[in-house]
């Protein structure tokens, strides 16, 4: 049973808990890992986007645990990594189908956004930077 349904029925225990922060911890893991495949990254050329991509959920997942374990609560923001986040796993696993891979390594956002050709960076910002920054 999830852990926020649990709380509701009152049926929580701390293995349940343990449990359930544990499958959270994995599924972390696997869901980093499918945003850099599903991105097309590799960290031979991307290592900046790609340790982002691993690093930035587990902050994410971590913090909230960390303050769960000291508060006996745990306080989601409205936008948050375990909706929101999932959200937007299962949309760039949709964009991912729907365009391939190529699509995160074109700049066609970063050309409706920026301009691009005139930029001072020594790269062109691809979707992908752009997928990782608001990430």
């Known amino acids: 049973m999830d852990g926020k349904q649990a709380r509701k029925t009152k049926s929580s225990s701390p293995l349940g808990l343990l449990f359930d922060h ?6 972390v893991m696997f869901g980093s890992a499918g945003w850099i495949v599903g991105l097309g ?3 031979h050329h991307d290592p900046i986007l790609c340790t982002a991509l691993i690093l930035g959920p587990f902050a994410m ?3 909230p645990t960390w ?3 000291y508060t006996g609560e745990m306080i989601l923001p409205l936008i948050n990594g ?3 986040g999932v959200a937007g796993g299962a949309l760039l696993s949709l964009i ?3 365009y391939g891979t190529a699509f995160w390594q ?3 956002m970063a050309d409706y956004f920026f301009d691009n050709e ?3 960076l020594p790269f062109p910002i691809r979707n992908a930077d752009i997928q990782v920054t608001l990430a």
Do not use: K, M, Q, R
Request: charge should be negative; aromatic fraction near 14%.
């Open 41 to 43: 990254l590799s960290f």
């Open 82 to 84: 375990p909706t929101e």
């Open 106 to 108: 074109s700049t066609s």
């Open 96 to 98: 991912t189908c729907l």
């Open 61 to 63: 997942f971590y913090i």
């Open 118 to 120: 005139s930029s001072s």
């Open 22 to 27: 544990g499958c959270d911890a994995v599924n």
């Open 67 to 69: 303050e769960e374990y």
